[in-house]
């Protein structure tokens, strides 16, 4: 079997309206933790997609934003109206943010309009944003101090026991001072004692903080 017949590389990634997912049925989620999203269309039964990120810009005058989602939709699925291929080089980002969480993570937290506390403009500028960020990230990875730590037997709500997560920062003056990543590739804040992670290492780790694509 050809490496590109697998079905990793055969799914499209989509921009969708915030407003579809929001008003849609969300019946359940799949066990990679996408949502059933409908665009109040006519959808096949059991039709699954993965939100990878969101963004936020604001039309003309200063009405509220508006949002779009980042999607990987199933390859065997038709796209139904409503949705729109991304850019060929973002598609091939999306790719491997999926493959490096972290890096899709920031890019959602820093490029996303509510990290920023000034939206963009356009959807086209949001669009950059994000894509700049998520690049940056991407290349330079190799330089980052993130590492995968073991989540403690804690009834801790997003945190699974015994599973890894990616940590991305710390910061000993906050009251959580640990920053991880999601399963939806968002960041979350924890306690050192939510993982199983010496304080030494993490004072160590992030002793220099990285700079951001921004």
Not at 46 to 58: A, H, I, Q, V
Not at 97 to 122: F, R
Request: with cysteine.
């Amino acid at each position: 079997m050809h490496f590109y017949d697998i079905d990793f590389y055969k799914e499209r990634y989509c921009f969708v309206p915030w407003k579809a997912v929001r008003t849609g049925e969300i019946d359940e989620l799949d066990e990679d933790g996408g949502e059933l999203i409908s665009l109040q269309q006519d959808l096949p039964e059991n039709c699954y997609c993965k939100t990878l990120g969101r963004l936020g810009y604001r039309g003309p005058g200063d009405g509220p934003h508006d949002d779009i989602c980042l999607v990987r939709w199933p390859a065997d699925i038709p796209e139904p109206p409503g949705l729109r291929a991304v850019p060929k080089g973002l598609e091939n980002l999306l790719r491997a943010g999926q493959v490096y969480p972290p890096a899709l993570a920031i890019a959602n937290e820093v490029g996303s309009w509510a990290a920023s506390g000034d939206p963009t403009k356009t959807e086209a500028e949001a669009v950059e944003k994000f894509t700049r960020v998520l690049r940056y990230e991407l290349e330079n990875q190799r330089s980052r101090p993130f590492f995968l730590a073991k989540a403690v037997p804690l009834d801790k709500g997003d945190l699974w026991p015994g599973d890894y997560y990616w940590i991305i920062d710390y910061d000993a003056s906050e009251e959580r001072p640990i920053w991880w990543v999601t399963s939806d590739y968002w960041l979350y804040t924890a306690s050192v004692t939510d993982f199983d992670v010496d304080v030494a290492y993490l004072v160590e780790q992030f002793a220099v903080r990285p700079e951001s694509g921004v």
